[in-house]
């Protein structure tokens, strides 16, 4: 997407009165509910902004809310475009550069992924620390746009180290576990073989999911800071695979939910 569509579309949301806020949330399969948390929001479906593209998901609703959590106030995408889709990486990554126009500084996103660490269960949370990029494609790929960042963007550090110990110890003051890990993407939209389960663990990863990971590259390139949360749908042990139940995956989403709720609460508050 060219600059001139994402600024028209940051001029028209401005207009709508979303401005004077740093902190945003991107909201996964089945982790919708955190909308019910926000209080005196203003609420656009993606339907009405000009030149956003159409989550086709029907587990996503496509909402842009902007509103307080916590009393600190949140630009919260309510669905998010993926891959598998049939988005281009532009399209997918144009939420993260609104944001860079709206003046968000604090990104946190949130996805339902499958547990490659045999230790993990299903129902748990994890923090993503680090990412393995399998897409065939991703976001910065052609002329670099200056106005958002450098061409080479560093990677050393993608996923925020303090906002990471700010969930590390919210988690613990809340008795949620959270577990720790690396996750993978998976373009999708099928799941995995075993083997290809087996070779995911081999890489080094914990998790795998089909979303993420472009929206990540493009907020560390815009120099917004992030921090990502999974969570564990499924356990993908290849020596023991069962029949994958999409329906399954969006109920234990919705009940982990909950804890992931709770968690993003705080972790706006301790930042404020
Ligand atoms: N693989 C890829 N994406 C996923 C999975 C999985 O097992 N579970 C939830 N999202």
């Known amino acids: 997407m060219n ?3 994402i600024k028209q579309t940051v001029d028209f949301l401005i207009l709508k009165g979303f401005v004077e806020c740093e902190n945003a949330v991107i909201l996964g399969t089945g982790l919708g509910s955190l909308v019910d948390a926000v209080e005196h929001k203003i609420s656009i479906p993606y339907s009405q902004i000009p030149h956003f593209p159409i989550s086709t998901v029907e587990t996503h609703s496509g909402n842009l809310i902007l509103g307080n959590i916590e009393g600190v106030k949140v630009l919260v995408f309510q669905g998010r475009f993926h891959f598998y889709e049939g988005y281009s990486m532009q399209q997918v990554v144009f939420p993260v550069h609104i944001m860079k126009f709206l003046g968000i500084k604090n990104l946190l996103i949130s996805n339902a992924a499958g547990a490659i660490n045999l230790g993990f ?3 748990s949370l994890m923090l993503i620390k680090d990412h393995i990029n399998l897409f065939p494609k991703h976001p910065l790929v052609g002329p670099n746009k200056d106005e958002i960042g450098v061409r080479f963007p560093d990677m050393s550090s993608a996923y925020n180290s303090h906002f990471n110990e700010i969930l590390t110890t919210v988690a613990k003051n809340l008795k949620i576990p959270l577990e720790k890990g690396v996750y993978i993407s998976a373009q999708g939209p099928m799941l995995e073989t075993p083997s290809e389960y087996r070779m ?4 080094g990863a914990d998790a795998v999911g089909m979303s993420t990971i472009p929206e990540v590259i493009a907020a560390n390139h815009a120099g917004i800071k992030c921090c990502a949360l ?7 042990d ?15 989403a919705k009940k982990a939910e909950k804890k992931l709720v709770l968690l993003v609460k705080e972790f706006f508050k301790s930042i404020a």
């Not at 995911?200 to 890489?203: A, E, G, N, P, V």
């Not at 290849?238 to 234990?252: A, G, V, Y």
Request: hydrophobic share 35%; glycine share 4%.
């Open 200 to 203: 995911l663990r081999r890489f």
């Open 121 to 123: 269960k299903k129902g």
């Open 238 to 252: 290849p020596d023991d695979l069962k029949p994958i139940d999409i329906q399954e995956i969006i109920t234990i």
């Open 230 to 236: 999974s969570v564990l749908t499924d356990e993908c």
């Open 3 to 5: 600059l001139t569509k």
